[in-house]
């Protein structure tokens, strides 16, 4: 189990392969609940197409580009689970809850990885949920004409 204070990656695996990483810090384990710091300025890979605009559907073999995080997140991985839960804050205010669908694999010894199943929900301080805004209008791949029509290769992972 990873121990309080190291430094690791949460990583999001599609097709065995690494298609989202992001750099984050351990600051609390109890045995079910894993607490990751993600703050402002963590490096991060992120899935680029051939003009270097981000893409939200895996493919076999992804093209990652190198960014820093725009916000502290912290990030509740329990090993097992079908969702994790994140915390945003913007410029040191707390800004909404992240509802993160996945199939969490857990640590494997040197980081924690994922399988995000791309849809989420974002929870207002007021309570107000809704979907997570690029899935409300995803970027289909080019020749896709639907959600639909994405859907059962998103279940692939």
Known sequence: MALIGTETA??????GRVWRAIGARVVGADGDVT???MPKGSPSMYPVDAA???VRIP??????AERRSSRDALA????????SIWLFWLDGTFDYW??????TLGWNGVCFDMVDEKLDLIVTP????????????PRL????????????GLRMG
């Not at 493919?59 to 990652?64: S, Y």
């Open 98 to 103: 992240y509802v993160n669908f996945e199939r």
């Open 76 to 83: 509740l991985e329990r090993p097992g689970s079908r969702h």
């Open 126 to 137: 007021d309570g107000a949920v809704s979907p997570h805004a690029d899935w409300s209008k």
């Open 35 to 37: 607490a990751l710091w």
């Open 52 to 54: 270097g605009a981000e």
């Open 10 to 15: 949460l990583r999001d695996i599609w097709y």
């Open 141 to 152: 791949p080019r020749g896709w004409q639907s959600v639909g029509e994405v859907s059962p």
């Open 59 to 64: 493919v076999r073999e992804p093209v990652l």
